[in-house]
């Protein structure tokens, strides 16, 4: 529901700023919310799954060790889809929208939305994470903390003049405000000492 409001409150600020802005706004989203969606089933579903069976059978270590092993998986694709996906949208742009779009504006805001999804891939691993082990509370705060982000930010860019690309760098802060919510939460729980996912071994990998 919250998503759904977000994409509603998009589309009526593009709105104001003319129909070729909204069909680029679309052609550029479709791209990214098939993204988002791939790696929300790869990294939450799935992990989510993987974290429950671990945490269910008492072993909290396990549960965070499916975590580190999902970030780095993640990691490993979004890094060269997103590329190649940014590379190529201007091709695919063309296709998805044709004549309706302006190509330059749609490639423009698609840009700016891939360092999003690929913190939002990052995220939805911690939102299996946290799910997994019970926690959906703060999955919740970080959908209204991400939501609130993309309005504020969105309303006041366009405000500022930025035009439709204020929309796209709205929702692309929004996704990371998501992940950046859940990662303040896994320092808390570090803090008080839980076993928690470990964000070094997207980098060096550490065996149990």
Request: proline share 3%; glycine share 12%; net charge positive.
């Amino acid at each position: 529901l919250v998503q759904v409001f977000v994409t509603a409150n998009d589309a009526l600020l593009l709105g104001t700023a003319g129909a070729t802005a909204i069909t680029s706004a679309a052609a550029a989203g479709s791209l990214t919310m098939v993204a988002v969606m791939f790696f929300a089933g790869l990294g939450g579903t799935a992990g989510q799954i993987l974290v429950a069976r671990a945490w269910g059978a008492g072993d909290a270590d396990a549960a965070r060790l499916v975590a580190e092993r999902a970030l780095r998986l993640i990691l490993a694709i979004a890094l060269p889809l997103l590329a190649s996906i940014g590379l190529a949208a201007p091709w695919l742009l063309r296709v998805i929208g044709g004549a309706a779009i302006d190509a330059e504006l749609a490639t423009a805001m698609l840009w700016i939305c891939l360092p999003g999804v690929l913190f939002s891939a990052l995220g939805a691993v911690l939102r299996g994470y946290a799910t997994g082990i019970g926690q959906t509370r703060v999955v919740m705060t970080a959908s209204l903390v991400s939501a609130t982000v993309d309005i504020a930010a969105s309303v006041a860019l366009l405000a500022a003049g930025v035009g439709p690309l204020g929309v796209s760098i709205g929702s692309a802060a929004g996704m990371a405000s998501a992940t950046l919510t859940l990662a303040f939460w896994l320092a808390l729980r570090h803090r008080s000492g839980q076993p928690v996912p470990r964000w070094r071994t997207l980098l060096v990998r550490v065996d149990r």
